[in-house]
Nanobody, 117 residues
């Protein structure tokens, strides 16, 4: 199983970015998918998660600015980020709880998001 993340980059404060993460391999089903981030010198923290049925959960710091969604047919999760702030700068990692048929937690390789003028 592999999770491939893309879409990071450099953006000015107030700008937008869209991250994507596609899961591939011998996957029976995917339960939760989510995004986490890790800034330099800090621990990895939750940004947003989404269940297979579409229920979402967000960190307070991104509520109203970020939107998580998924395409179950493509085994892909997205993170639409708007009104970006310098404090959103971090490496963003996607995560999936999936069955292969054994349940496991899988991580993508991380994509850098830098918010700076």
């Amino acid at each position: 199983v592999q999770l491939q993340a893309s879409g990071g980059g450099l953006v000015q404060p107030g700008g937008s970015l869209r991250l994507s993460c596609a899961a591939s391999g011998s996957i029976f089903s995917i339960n939760h998918m989510g995004w986490y981030r890790q800034a330099p010198g800090e621990q990895r923290t939750l940004v947003a998660t989404i269940t297979a049925s579409g229920n979402t959960n967000y960190a307070n710091s991104v509520k109203g600015r970020f939107t998580i969604s998924r395409d179950n047919a493509k085994n892909t999760v997205y993170l639409q980020m708007s009104s970006l702030k310098p404090e959103d700068t971090a490496v963003y990692y996607c995560n999936a709880i999936l069955r292969t048929p054994y349940i496991g937690s899988y991580w993508g390789q991380g994509t850098q998001v830098t918010v700076s003028s």
